[in-house]
């Protein structure tokens, strides 16, 4: 398996032997075990070369028993922008997907040894989303491919992939439907009955000038027919009034036995939930918040949301993380006092470079939810935030890793080891990389 020599992510304390001064530094690559003391050689603050003691803090008493984390890169995938992680062959181990655009493939990485495997070499890919369809505990994987950013009536192909017989042969394609500029595909159970729909989100609507003339965006649902060979996905429209759909988050906020669906446009994060009378269901369309304001009056200039996921703070207080405006610097935090309370908006980090990639999970397994946000500009890089008690602040910033221009990231247990890891896709780095929680 390869690695890189980078090491564990420590903060350490320096304390400078010839100065008064106390800096607090974060370092990575330092070797050697957690609390021995190292002989450090750097510049101090008047440019005079200094030999200093620092003594190397772990991490889990720097950062209030934050967990720490090991980089392996699992391949140079070029031009990456999705990773998914789902069980692949029946081995009982979470296996890594991979997805680039602009190389035209779609591989999974076969854990533990990550040897890389083939599945579609279809054009364009954006998006896809792996599940177990024929109950045999193995993934099949939707995949949205033909994303055409500013051809807004070409492409968008949506088609479900079924594995080979022989793992070196590509998986078969059949198709779902057409819809161009087609970005998000996520699964749910919408209306409780047992049964998944496969909700899709395109970026924007046929005829739109990208995001200067933004036409609205067909939110809809596919349902699996009986026989996924030859069966048509019945359409379930559920909303067509956003504008740059970017993200979306599909699971059971409420605890009702139904998924609801949040999404992140240029209106902001919104909430859509099923509602039954009767036989008959519809849709109730909640407004969480209008996101970021524009910072200019251009057309096509930045606004609302980029992405959203639900997380919790302990003590059954809910929140939402986002990074704002579309592809923004924002990571925000919406939190309210109770169920039936506004939801307010507090702005945790505004130094992001085109966020592009956010997971909320509870990282360290003290029941309350960590935000992990990936950004794609400058440098690119991965910073992880946490809330100090269950009232939502102050929250704590630790950076994970920089140089690393991330588009797409995933949460799971890789290693089998009852702790969350993380991967993360890193298309202008042309890396996907596993960190491991140590």
């Keep these: 398996m390869p690695s890189t020599p980078r090491?564990?992510?420590?903060?350490?304390?320096?304390?400078?032997?010839?100065?008064?001064d106390l800096i607090m530094l974060s370092l990575r690559n330092l070797p050697g075990s957690p609390g021995?003391?190292?002989?450090?050689?750097?510049?101090?603050?008047?440019?005079?070369?200094?030999?200093?003691?620092a003594l190397v803090i772990p991490s889990v008493l720097m950062a209030a028993n934050f967990p720490s984390f090991q980089r392996h890169i699992i391949d140079t995938f070029p031009a990456g922008y999705q990773v998914a992680v789902a069980e692949i062959n029946g081995d009982g181990r979470p296996d890594v997907i991979a997805l680039s655009t602009e190389a035209n493939r779609v591989d999974w990485y076969e854990n533990p040894s990550w040897k890389a495997h083939a599945m579609a070499r279809t054009a364009r890919n954006i998006d896809l989303a792996p599940r177990d369809?024929?109950?045999?505990?193995?993934?099949?994987?939707?995949?949205?491919?033909?994303?055409?950013?500013s051809e807004s009536t070409r492409g968008g192909e949506i088609q479900w992939l079924e594995p080979p017989a022989d793992s070196t042969n590509l998986w078969r394609v059949y198709p779902i439907a057409v819809d161009p500029v087609v970005h998000r595909l996520r699964w749910g159970d919408l209306d409780g009955d047992g049964q998944p729909e496969l909700v899709h989100a395109p970026l924007f609507g046929s005829?739109?000038?990208?995001?200067?003339?933004?036409?609205?965006?067909h939110l809809w649902a596919f349902r699996p027919p009986r026989e996924l060979r030859s069966g048509p996905w019945a359409v379930w429209k559920i909303d067509e009034t956003l504008t740059v759909l970017h993200?979306?988050?599909?699971?059971?906020?409420?605890?009702?036995?139904?998924?609801?669906?949040?999404?992140?446009?240029?209106?902001?994060i919104h909430r859509?939930?099923?509602?039954?009378?009767?036989?008959?269901?519809?849709?109730?369309?909640?407004?969480i918040g209008k996101g970021a304001e524009p910072k200019s009056s251009a057309p096509g200039t930045a606004r609302g949301s980029s992405e959203v996921a639900p997380g919790t703070l302990g003590g059954g207080k809910d929140f939402l993380a986002a990074i704002e405006p579309w592809h923004g610097e924002l990571v925000v935090a919406y939190t309210r006092s109770g169920p039936a309370d506004p939801?307010?908006?507090?702005?945790?980090?505004?130094?992001l470079k085109e966020g592009h990639a956010l997971v909320?999970?509870?990282?360290?397994?003290?029941?309350?939810?960590?935000?992990?946000?990936?950004?794609r500009g400058g440098e690119g890089g991965i910073a992880l935030y946490r809330a100090e008690g269950n009232s939502g602040g102050p929250w704590t910033k630790t950076q994970l890793d920089t140089g690393i221009a991330v588009e797409g990231m995933a949460a799971a247990d890789l290693n089998s080891d009852g702790r969350l890891d993380l991967v993360a896709i890193a298309g202008r780095s042309n890396l996907l990389v596993w960190y491991e929680q140590r």
């Design 133 to 149: 369809l024929d109950g045999d505990g193995k993934a099949e994987i939707v995949l949205a491919s033909g994303f055409y950013f």
């Design 7 to 20: 090491g564990r992510l420590r903060l350490i304390h320096v304390v400078l032997v010839r100065s008064r």
């Design 272 to 287: 859509f939930d099923c509602e039954r009378d009767g036989q008959e269901t519809h849709w109730l369309k909640t407004v």
């Design 360 to 375: 909320v999970a509870d990282l360290d397994g003290d029941g309350r939810d960590e935000i992990v946000a990936g950004w």
């Design 247 to 268: 993200g979306i988050h599909v699971s059971d906020l409420d605890h009702d036995g139904r998924d609801e669906i949040l999404t992140a446009s240029f209106e902001g």
């Design 343 to 351: 939801w307010q908006r507090h702005v945790l980090d505004d130094t």
């Design 36 to 53: 021995t003391l190292k002989l450090v050689r750097f510049m101090s603050p008047k440019c005079r070369p200094l030999v200093c003691a």
């Design 207 to 217: 005829g739109s000038r990208d995001t200067v003339a933004p036409k609205p965006a």
